[in-house]
Nanobody, 123 residues
């Protein structure tokens, strides 16, 4: 069964840190790119950070210098270390794998998104 499972979210005060984890399984394909996305209420789901199999990373301008994405292909895991969190980082965070690093907005290898993990940052 192909699936994505995100975890690690929670409630944190502004300035705090969280580490999100994403476990991907059920696919026999080598995954080139993995990304973390977030969706706040009433807004679209946007890329937060992405990483290729070579370790090349991409970050949204709003999180540069604060968030770090990493991956462990042996464990089929992708992580997002989030530091200096701000109230505007509040959202549900998801992971997925775009077919092409030329378009981080999709289409995606995993047709079904996971449940995501809620991150809430209080001021």
């Amino acid at each position: 069964q192909v699936q994505l499972v995100e975890s690690g979210g929670g409630l944190v005060q502004a300035g705090g840190s969280l580490r999100l984890s994403c476990e991907f399984s059920g696919t026999r394909f080598n995954i080139n790119a993995m990304g973390w996305y977030r969706q706040a209420p009433g807004k679209q789901r946007d890329l937060v950070a992405g990483i290729t199999v070579r370790g090349t990373t991409k970050y949204a301008d709003s999180v540069k210098g604060r968030f770090t994405i990493s991956r462990d292909d042996a464990k089929k895991m992708v992580y997002l270390q989030m530091n200096s969190l701000r109230p505007e980082d509040t959202a549900v965070y998801y992971c997925n794998a775009p077919f092409s690093t030329g378009n981080w907005s999709g289409p995606f290898l995993f047709a079904s998104w996971g449940r995501g993990t809620q991150v809430t940052v209080s001021s």
